[in-house]
């Protein structure tokens, strides 16, 4: 291995009593993938604020090239030449794609930007990406998000010093198509001596792109190494400190009433033609590709969306309702966008956990904090939920506990019917195991699962019976044993 571009040495960094990163060390060389990787909590996030300049640590060193390197703030992290491309986008997408490549750092003369001079930056930057086909002059919010991605890249670029690209879960909002061309925009970058730092929770993706990894647990670097050397059960458990060897619960399950049941469904949009029957007592599996209106399905089951055509039955209740209405049915929706639509960030995980039921936690109207309180903490033992306390902010937890949490309301509410929308996305595999885990016990209690995955092992290895929809048609429900990835694959394309 050369000289490394970036060497980390016992860096900590505490909020507190918290110990978030306790002597975490970290080496790069040039022209170098490197995977960091670890469940949610780990360090990760933490980490990588201190390389792009938004925290200072409190203890360590690190070396830039061999010079110390300690940021200021994030635009003088990127001078000196690391730059970072987080999972939710921080573009301006009222501005143009030149504006945002140069925002902060716009060629001006008396506070007046030199567009000509803007505009060379920006398109330099797109060629380094083989993208000089991006309209410079394009609405940046009017662009699909794989091009928006692109432009949130080219920015980290536009640096003519830029040595260090850290990419924090690139691929989690990427359809299959925009995943590989990502990967070949990475090797391009890698080829041409850019070291990439790629944080990731899909393992095979690390194993696809990146050459080496370190795995980081509870804030600590526990092992690091080329990938091509390390076996995937070792990297598993590494991360979670206790070896998963049933990733995929299989219990036998007994269907029994049929509690959900909809015919010729069509959305505004999507779906435009979905029909299905969910029993107490399964899981049913949606697949395929995105775009193709999984998502407006659950939303139009769940009441957010209206119906075009088509029944819905719920139980003994026929025809759409609000929301409001599907909760008291024993409907439950958790979105596969938990930021803007699955949570209420401001509030306390207590807040979270009991929103839609407060009924029994006081006398009358009233809701008694101590009683919300002991609600919630049931579930978040249950759920294994790390947080200091359940009035800590959600905003403040990792992916994979802010899911628990959703998931946590709809115990608390004691639905009976889940419709789970990408669940596990852009959380860690022992999150994921766990949640795996959860699904089959509410399966087996009697509850009724619905759920949306674009992870073909997830499907086959946790439904009971998988749908899968094209271009907003939903296909028949079939046994998992008489399907196999291929097959999913073949019908989510329209090949079948």
């Known amino acids: 291995m050369s000289e490394p571009r970036l060497r980390i040495s016992h860096v900590s960094k505490r909020f507190g009593p918290t110990a978030a990163l306790s002597g975490v060390r970290l080496s790069v060389a040039p022209a170098e993938v490197h995977a960091v990787v670890g469940e949610n909590g780990a360090g990760k996030s933490t980490l990588m604020k201190i390389l792009s300049g938004a925290l200072t640590p409190d203890d360590g060193d690190i070396l830039l090239d061999g010079s110390p390197y300690c940021p200021a703030d994030p635009l003088d992290a990127r001078r000196r030449g690391v730059a970072m491309v987080y999972q939710e986008l921080s573009l301006a997408p009222h501005l143009s794609v030149a504006d945002n490549i140069l925002l902060g750092d716009e060629p001006s003369t008396a506070g007046?930007?030199?567009?000509?001079?803007?505009?060379?930056?920006?398109?330099?930057?797109?060629?380094?990406?083989?993208?000089?086909?991006i309209p410079l002059g394009a609405r940046t919010g009017d662009l699909p998000l794989a091009v928006q991605q692109l432009v949130e890249v080219a920015r980290s670029l536009a640096q003519s010093a830029t040595r260090v690209l850290i990419l924090d879960e690139p691929t989690s909002s990427l359809a299959d198509d925009d995943v590989r061309r990502l990967f070949t925009m990475i090797r391009r970058l890698r080829d041409r001596g850019l070291s990439v730092i790629y944080i990731s929770h899909v393992l095979e993706e690390v194993r696809a792109i990146a050459d080496r990894l370190t795995v980081l647990r509870d804030g600590a670097t526990v092992g690091e190494g080329a990938v091509a050397d390390t076996p995937t059960t070792d990297i598993v458990r590494m991360m979670a400190g206790r070896q998963l060897d049933e990733l995929f619960p299989r219990s036998p399950h007994t269907p029994t009433e049929t509690i959900l049941e909809f015919s010729g469904?069509?959305?505004?949009?999507?779906?435009?033609?979905?029909?299905?029957?969910?029993?107490?007592?399964?899981?049913?599996?949606?697949?395929?590709?995105?775009?193709?209106?999984?998502?407006?399905?659950?939303?139009?089951?769940?009441?957010?969306?209206?119906?075009?055509?088509?029944t819905i039955r719920v139980a003994s209740r026929n025809g759409w309702a609000r929301p409001r209405r599907r909760l008291e049915q024993g409907v439950g929706l958790v979105s596969e966008d938990r930021k803007e639509e699955g949570l209420a960030l401001a509030l306390s995980v207590a807040d979270n956990v009991t929103l839609t039921?407060?009924?029994?936690?006081?006398?009358?109207?009233?809701?008694?904090?101590?009683?919300?309180?002991?609600?919630?903490?049931?579930?978040?033992?249950?759920?294994?939920?790390?947080?200091?306390?359940?009035?800590?902010?959600?905003?403040?937890?990792?992916?994979?506990?802010?899911?628990?949490?959703?998931?946590?309301?709809?115990?608390?509410?004691?639905?009976?019917?889940?419709?789970?929308?990408?669940?596990?996305?852009?959380?860690?595999?022992?999150?994921?195991?766990?949640?795996?885990?959860l699904v089959d016990k509410l399966a087996l209690a009697g509850k009724a699962v619905l759920l949306v995955s674009s992870y073909l092992p997830e499907l086959l290895g946790v439904c009971d019976r998988v749908s899968v929809m094209h271009r907003g048609h939903l296909g028949p429900a079939r046994p998992v044993a008489d399907l196999t990835e291929h097959d999913l694959l073949m019908e989510a394309t329209g090949q079948a």
Not at 361 to 378: D, E, K, M, N, Y
């Open 265 to 310: 469904v069509a959305g505004v949009r999507k779906p435009d033609a979905a029909s299905l029957s969910l029993r107490r007592g399964e899981v049913v599996g949606i697949g395929g590709l995105v775009g193709a209106g999984r998502t407006e399905l659950m939303r139009l089951l769940f009441g957010l969306d209206p119906v075009r055509r088509g």
């Open 112 to 133: 007046f930007v030199r567009p000509a001079e803007r505009d060379a930056r920006a398109r330099a930057a797109l060629e380094q990406l083989d993208r000089a086909d």
């Open 357 to 437: 039921k407060l009924r029994g936690l006081g006398p009358g109207p009233f809701v008694l904090p101590s009683r919300q309180q002991h609600a919630s903490s049931t579930w978040v033992d249950r759920l294994r939920i790390k947080c200091r306390s359940t009035a800590q902010s959600v905003r403040e937890l990792s992916g994979g506990n802010q899911q628990k949490v959703a998931i946590a309301r709809l115990l608390h509410h004691d639905a009976d019917v889940y419709l789970l929308d990408e669940p596990t996305r852009g959380i860690d595999v022992g999150s994921k195991a766990d949640i795996y885990a």
